[in-house]
């Protein structure tokens, strides 16, 4: 039986990514994935919200991305565009990237990593005991490790394996998703719940909602074809799909992200209608903020208890998402009540305040965990400030390129003292002299030190003494 410190059930964008950072932490870990290839038969998701893109600028490969991808304005809420370009970040906008370029690019990146893949085989169940898990595979192997992370979907077999309750709503509707060559081409734009525009190689996309529920069975050209003619009046000659499949707004949540030594992440801890483009977003970010703390588990530094604070970090903002794509779909009813609403909703989102509110929270921005009482930065992402060091300008982001906490002391050199903790933290002196400036919040006062964590997340603001930064250090760091 092959050992492994994490076996990552699932290979798409959430499994990468727990696996680069797991592996950037020195873990031992193994993806077992049921697709032979990183390639996808559809692009589904179709962009990058700007939390994301910050993500990967943290760990110094957004550049990729952005070479292959369209940054624009992706942010919406209800079919209305939230512009955050001035926002105070870096990235200040979406990207535009289908997801089976998103795969192929962070394939490689894990790749140059060292990350090892099982393909064509998929987790089938597993039993823990007090010192690890037993995976078994589909092909009767099995595997042994420290912990098994789910990261295999909405229909996860880890989660169900685990009995981890999927609580939530069933579906009200389902929408049709296409690409297909086109004889006549169509008119571009939004209807019938969805709406029709390019793709790629000349083929059109199409998303339409379907008037019947619960449709379990494999949808055909003739029901693409059925959806055309019902907003277009004609099926514009459709013909030769690339793929056809169904989608539904069923929104549910895992009760606990975590059994023991089982955990899920994405899809698997979270589903919900594709809205707002979100759910990638939202599973790459679940994967940073339990990476290093898996690590840390793993490693030895820190108890098994640090895993609690996946769930108490996480979950709330998958039930925030949850929330908001419901709301969403409510918005597109067609009745006239609906339509009211939808209106009014508009112009209050036209408005400064609200639409910096609610653009935040569409782009991951404005996540705030809770640290307890103190500084506005606690526990939210740290901005990626411009540094001056007596080494020469440093971005913040660079320091966070190994995934490792960075303490950043903005007072006087040498005034914070971490030796205990000196080969997991790193301590940079430092001096900013522009203003601090957080989305929605807007400006705040400028600390005199702060204690990131490898997500990015502020741990500790200093505000001229080093109170409570031992503390700190130690829930998230370990013991001196």
Same mark, same amino acid.
């Given at each position: 039986m092959a050992e492994h410190a994490v076996v990552i059930a699932g290979g798409g964008p959430t499994g990468m990514m727990l696996?680069?950072?797991l592996t950037l932490a020195g873990i031992g870990v193994v993806i077992v994935e049921p697709r032979a290839s990183f390639k996808l038969e559809s692009p589904r998701s179709r962009g990058l919200h700007s939390r994301t /893109?910050? =993500?990967?600028?943290?760990?110094? &490969?957004?550049?990729?991305?952005?070479?292959?991808?369209r940054t624009v304005q992706v942010q919406a809420f209800g079919g209305v565009p939230l512009d955050i370009s001035d926002f105070p970040t870096r990235h200040n906008y979406g990207m535009a990237l289908l997801q089976s370029h998103f795969e192929r690019i962070m394939s490689g990146w894990i790749e140059e990593l060292g @990350?090892? /893949? &099982?393909?064509?085989?998929?987790?089938?169940?597993?039993?823990?005991?007090?010192?690890?898990v037993d995976v078994a595979l589909s092909d009767g192997t099995s595997l042994r490790a420290k912990f098994l992370v789910g990261c295999d979907g909405g229909r996860s077999v880890v989660r169900k394996a685990a009995g981890i309750d999927f609580a939530g709503w069933d579906p009200t509707t389902w929408w049709i998703h296409a690409e297909v060559e086109m004889e006549e081409m169509p008119e571009f734009g939004l209807r019938g719940g969805g709406g029709i525009g390019p793709a790629e190689e000349g083929r059109v996309g199409v998303t339409l909602i379907e008037p019947e529920v619960n449709r379990a069975d494999e949808p055909t050209l003739e029901d693409l074809r059925a959806a055309l003619v019902r907003v277009d009046g004609t099926d514009h000659g459709a013909h030769s799909p690339r793929f056809i499949s169904r989608f539904s707004d069923m929104t549910r949540q895992a009760v606990t992200y975590r059994s023991e030594r089982v955990l899920v992440?994405? #899809?698997?801890?979270? =589903?919900?209608?594709? /809205?707002?483009?979100q759910g990638l977003n939202i599973g790459v970010q679940d994967a940073v903020n339990l990476g290093w703390k898996l690590a840390q588990v793993v490693?030895? *530094?820190s108890p098994v208890s640090l895993l609690d604070t996946y769930q108490a970090e996480r979950h709330p903002v998958g039930a925030r998402v949850l929330r908001n794509t419901m709301a969403q779909r409510a918005l597109g009813a067609t009745d006239d009540r609906s339509v009211a609403l939808r209106e009014t909703v508009t112009e209050l989102l036209h408005m400064d305040e609200p639409r910096k509110h609610i653009a935040a929270m569409i782009a991951g921005l404005d996540?705030?965990? #809770?640290?307890?009482?103190?500084?506005p930065l606690l526990g939210r992402r740290m901005p990626d400030l411009d540094l001056v060091t007596s080494n020469g300008p440093l971005r913040v982001f660079t320091l966070l390129h190994g995934a490792r906490p960075v303490l950043i002391n903005l007072g006087e050199p040498g005034a914070l003292d971490i030796t205990p903790w000196a080969e997991r933290v790193q301590l940079i002196d430092a001096k900013y002299v522009g203003v601090w400036e957080l989305p =929605?919040?807007? @400006? =705040? *006062?400028?600390?005199?030190? &702060?204690? /990131?964590?490898?997500?990015?997340? &502020?741990?500790? @603001?200093?505000?001229?003494? #080093?109170?409570?930064?031992?503390?700190?250090? *130690? *829930?998230?760091?370990?013991?001196p």
């Open positions: 696996a680069a950072e /893109i910050e =993500v990967l600028d943290q760990r110094g &490969v957004v550049d990729r991305f952005l070479a292959e991808g @990350v090892p /893949i &099982v393909r064509e085989r998929e987790v089938t169940g597993f039993a823990q005991d007090d010192s690890g992440a994405g #899809d698997a801890a979270h =589903v919900h209608a594709p /809205i707002g483009g490693s030895g *530094t996540v705030a965990y #809770d640290l307890g009482e103190g500084h =929605v919040l807007g @400006v =705040v *006062t400028a600390p005199a030190a &702060v204690l /990131i964590r490898p997500d990015g997340h &502020v741990a500790w @603001v200093g505000e001229g003494t #080093d109170t409570g930064l031992r503390d700190a250090l *130690t *829930t998230w760091f370990g013991s």
